[in-house]
């Protein structure tokens, strides 16, 4: 059907003409109501915006010489981020002569790991960079 003839009919309905494949041979056409076509799609963007679920990064921060206790504060605060859905970054700083022993820092990293297995798993190795060594739990349920 000819441009002017599907221009009419959408007119005589009080419609719009839309053209839904226009590189095709002839041009596909749709006769519709654009304004509620549009509503509609920002709609079904919007409820899947509202959805989606945001994932942050919290950090935790040790030290290579830090006492049990402490260490399990510092799983506690990060078992809340695991349970509220969000990643745990965890780092040791290295200051001054401690950067000559950085086996001791990885193995304040395993224990903090082994505190955290049930809810949290490790996303990315403890690993050196300049003066810290950094670690990422993500919980489990992802």
């Not at 494949?21 to 006769?31: F, L, M, N």
């Not at 942050?56 to 504060?73: C, M, T």
């Not at 403890?126 to 990422?136: A, D, F, N, T």
Request: proline content about 4%.
């Amino acid at each position: 059907m000819s441009v002017k003839e599907a221009q009419k009919i959408a007119n005589d309905k009080s419609l719009d003409l839309v053209k839904i494949a226009p590189q095709a041979k002839p041009p596909v056409c749709k006769i519709m109501d654009y304004g509620k076509y549009k509503y509609e799609l920002a709609k079904k963007e919007k409820e899947a915006k509202k959805n989606q679920k945001v994932i942050d990064i919290k950090e935790v921060r040790l030290s290579p010489n830090i006492e049990a206790h402490d260490l399990g504060v510092k799983a506690k605060n990060a078992n809340k981020f695991l349970k509220g859905g969000n990643k745990v970054k965890v780092t040791i700083r290295f200051r001054g002569r401690e950067l000559g022993n950085t086996n001791k820092g990885k193995e304040v990293m395993k224990e903090f790991a082994s505190m955290l297995e049930e809810l949290g798993n490790i996303e990315k190795r403890p690993k050196l960079e300049g003066r810290q060594m950094i670690m990422v739990m993500a919980p489990k349920n992802i």
